[in-house]
């Protein structure tokens, strides 16, 4: 178990701010969308093309009690995409866990330091000009964990 610091929760040598989404990998996005919002009353906060990673995405936003939780729904936006070789592979549903980093550069040296692998070498754009890179899910018990920069 981490140590509390002044900005958050030190996970392994990392300062987590906050859980910042939940991502769903779904083969239909405005399907998805329609359910997340009309079904659970969630509202969209940003919907993107991400060309970098061949993915369309939209976050939900849920805040009825001042406590805001996001989900991204991933879609992919061709045939090559990591989402959409995910959904071949395991079909629809949790594809990773994002946590919010003050500074994904440093949270990586810090995990590949003590031996972790990152999938990127270098940071990528993430969604609403974030900056993320993840965690190789070998390396984190099985699931995929997405570092989060806010932008």
Known sequence: MGEETATGTTLDGIDVL???????????LDAAIAFYTGVLAGVIEHREH??????????IVFDRS?????IQL???AGPDSTIAKFLDRSGPGLQQLAVR???????ADRLRAKGLRLLYDEPRRGTAGS?????HP??????????VQAP
């Open 101 to 107: 980093v003050p500074d994904v550069r440093v949270a």
């Open 66 to 70: 001042g406590a805001a939780a996001r």
């Open 131 to 135: 900056v993320i890179n993840f965690v």
């Open 18 to 28: 906050t859980v910042d989404h939940v991502g769903i990998a779904v083969p239909d």
């Open 50 to 59: 991400n060309a970098d990673q061949q993915i369309d995405e939209a976050m």
């Open 74 to 76: 991933i879609a992919p």
């Open 138 to 147: 070998k390396d984190a018990g099985g699931v995929l964990i997405e570092l």
